[in-house]
């Protein structure tokens, strides 16, 4: 049976994952998905093929931590909950829409994300690309990006994103279709063809 991903920011499921405690879970790669507020329900299905592809993952959404931080509007402990969440995951996927240029978080976000998981001596240059990655949603797939956008390894829609998730897993892109834990881009009714464009 596949093993599903966890998401860290979800309590239960990060202590389900210290109780799993394998060569294979700690071993497994953890995407940080960083996004803007109001694409929140892109990011959730993001997150879904992500746990489906056997990945863990960490959403803001379910971090009971940072959800009370923003409910009383404490930027100190928001800015702890989410480097907290940069540090325990091996990835960065800033997910961006049309809404993303009017963030404050994403911004600080990748710069943390970047002086965390990038600028580290001991990592190869191929390892150092897709540490930090950017996933154009469906409304800008096409378009150009501001140069702090820039920064890191660009996936356009669903078809690279397959490739990156075959990269960050080492495994073959093909393996993971046939094993079920992804879908092939060209597949009717794709999971990601909502939010996704699904010929990059």
């Known amino acids: 049976m596949l093993t599903k991903g966890f998401n860290k920011a979800k309590l239960i499921e990060h202590l389900s994952w210290i109780l799993e405690d394998t060569d294979e879970t700690r071993n497994r790669p953890c995407v940080f998905l960083s996004h803007k507020k109001e694409d929140k329900d892109a990011c959730k299905i993001i997150a879904m093929y992500l746990k489906n592809a056997g990945i863990d993952y960490y959403l803001d959404v379910e971090d009971?931590?940072?959800?009370?931080?923003?409910?009383?509007?404490?930027?100190?402990?928001?800015?702890e909950s989410i480097k907290k969440g940069i540090r325990a995951s091996t990835h960065m996927l800033v997910v961006v829409s049309e809404k993303t240029y009017k963030s404050h978080w994403v911004p600080f976000e990748i710069g943390y994300g970047h002086a965390s998981m990038v600028d580290q001596d001991d990592l190869r240059e191929d390892e150092k690309t897709v540490k930090l990655s950017v996933l154009t949603l469906k409304d800008i797939s096409q378009k150009s990006l501001p140069d702090y956008l820039q920064v890191g390894y660009l996936i356009r829609g669903t078809k690279s994103l397959n490739t990156y998730l075959s990269?960050?897993?080492n495994i073959l892109e093909k393996s993971l279709v046939n094993e079920r834990r992804i879908f092939s881009n060209n597949n009717m009714k794709h999971p990601l063809d909502e939010v996704l464009n699904w010929q990059l």
Request: charged share 25%; glycine share 0%; no cysteine.
């Open 167 to 169: 990269k960050i897993t």
């Open 64 to 79: 009971n931590e940072l959800q009370r931080a923003s409910f009383i509007n404490d930027p100190i402990k928001i800015t």
